[in-house]
């Protein structure tokens, strides 16, 4: 349960942030650019929560749950950049 926490926390307090997000894109690129399960979710939970159009320098992240997406996930995650950008 501690790691689930951690990852929202990680995607809310550093990856949604603007001043950090580009800091927390580093440590997850030099941990091997692959996130886990939960990270995954947890990053795409933030995103889609959101208010407003996603600004571009969230574009990293987007592509970053795209490339580590299972193939079943990669419809959804292209459907909510088109939602994103249609707002």
Known sequence: MDRVL???RFARE?????ELSDAALGV???????LSVAL???IGQAL????????T???????LLVENAPERAVEWLVRTREVAVAR
């Open 28 to 34: 997850v690129e030099r941990a091997g650019g692959r």
């Open 48 to 55: 889609h929560a959101a208010d407003g159009p996603r600004p």
């Open 40 to 42: 995954r979710s947890a």
């Open 57 to 63: 320098w969230l574009a990293p992240w987007r592509v």
């Open 6 to 8: 951690g990852t929202h």
């Open 14 to 18: 550093y990856v949604m942030n603007e």
